[in-house]
């Protein structure tokens, strides 16, 4: 059986996740106030519907309380976001994420209920921050204000050595949980695992361990 989900506000975050969404097999229902973003997904969603979703009545009769997971994509209009969050969760949708313009905004929608915030712009920039930092930083994911995964390119530091060796967690408190090496992925590699040239450690730790490792083996 399909997940199914909705997902209110089809700019470039929700219309992105509409299409993603869609290409795994889930069915969506695309929802936006405006006509002309509505017109676009009709071919691509499971089904678009113009709607104004700060109307509770609306929202009902679109049998919104049905759907697994919304997404309330809207953009620039934090009224409409945060009312539409609060009669979403009146409702009782089961989760609820949540795009947020700024701190305040996100504060506010995990007081009225919101599951999960999230800040493109704001996470975008320090994921291309830290990857701008080195060049072995492949990619970056915070995972909370002191804790991230990172996906480090092995350098001539790494590459020949057993993890063992390096003896990586006891020297900087970080782990390698992963290693994508060929196009396959090697899950919680064991200590006599060798490092070849050409592997991404997939690493998790606290951001200033992180930090160290970096700057005293990647930089």
């Not at 919101?114 to 994911?141: C, F, K, T, W």
């Not at 990586?168 to 006599?192: C, E, F, T, W």
């Not at 070849?196 to 700057?215: A, M, N, P, R, Y």
């Amino acid at each position: 059986m399909k997940k199914e989900f909705a997902v209110i506000g089809l700019g470039r975050l929700g219309g992105s996740i509409v299409q993603e969404l869609v290409a795994l097999g889930a069915s969506v229902m695309a929802i936006d106030i405006d006509s002309e973003k509505v017109d676009e997904f009709a071919q691509i969603a499971t089904q678009a519907v113009v709607a104004d979703t700060t109307d509770e009545s609306v929202l009902r009769s679109l049998g919104i309380r049905n759907f697994e997971h919304v997404v309330v994509a809207i953009g620039e209009n934090i009224q409409a976001s945060i009312l539409t969050t609060l009669i979403l969760k009146e409702i009782g949708v089961p989760r609820i994420t949540v795009k947020a313009q700024n701190d305040h905004h996100e504060k506010v929608l995990l007081k009225i209920g919101a599951d999960q915030v999230v800040h493109p712009e704001r996470d975008m920039g320090r994921r291309m921050a830290n990857n701008m930092l080195s060049n072995n930083i492949l990619d970056y994911l915070e995972l909370s204000d002191e804790y991230s995964i990172v996906e480090v390119q092995a350098n001539r530091e790494l590459v020949g050595h057993t993890l063992i060796d390096l003896d990586i967690r006891a020297q900087y408190g970080i782990n390698i949980v992963a290693i994508k090496r060929d196009n396959h992925l090697l899950v919680s590699p064991q200590a006599i695992e060798r490092i070849k040239d050409g592997d991404i450690l997939v690493v998790i730790g606290s951001d200033l361990d992180i930090h160290h490792f970096e700057k005293e083996i990647l930089l």
